[in-house]
Structure formats: C-alpha cells, structure tokens
C-alpha cells in the first residue's frame, strides 16, 4: 500500500503526464496548420513563377504594339506596371528582319 505523500506524488506525476499529453496534442495540430500554410504559399509561389514569363511576353508584345501604334495609353499602362519602354532608333532592325 501507497503512503499519503507517496500517492499524491504518483498523482502530481501522473496530471503532469496529461498536461503534456494535452499539450503535445495542441501543438502537433498549431504545427499541422502551419505546415498547411506553408504549402499554400509555396503552391503559390511555384504557380506564380511560371506565370512571370508569360507575363513578360505580353508585356513585351504590348510594348511593341504600343511603339508601332503609337498608343500613349498602352504606354502609360505599362509605365504603371513597372515596364520601360524605349523604342528602337530608326533604322534598326526589330528583330524580323524589316529595317
């Protein structure tokens, strides 16, 4: 048979034992959400980075209409997304094969 303080001691451990246990519990579901997070952004982040090169093409394509057309909304447009435009000296090729 248990003395008083012996059993008190076996219970403080054992309500110990279930404080960890809940404990361990709530985190193992904060770190499942957090990783569940983190796959998100890096889903995002992979579909984003092949989209980028499509999205310079149509910049580029958008460019080069807006200099042949000389179309200063389409211009302004891009200037706002960050693009520069600088068009090629007269005389130039532009690359299929008209001068």
Do not use: C
Request: net charge negative; aromatic share 8%.
């Amino acid at each position: 048979m248990l003395k008083p303080i012996e059993y008190w001691l076996v219970s403080a451990l054992a309500a110990v034992a279930v404080l960890l246990v809940a404990v361990n519990a709530g985190l193992y579901f904060a770190n499942r959400s957090a990783q569940a997070t983190l796959s998100a952004r890096a889903q995002y982040i992979q579909q984003s980075q092949s989209i980028g090169a499509l999205y310079q093409e149509i910049a580029k394509a958008l460019a080069n209409l807006a200099v042949e057309h000389h179309d200063e909304d389409v211009k302004a447009l891009l200037a706002g997304e960050g693009f520069t435009i600088n068009p090629a000296p007269a005389g130039t090729s532009d690359g299929r094969g008209k001068p």
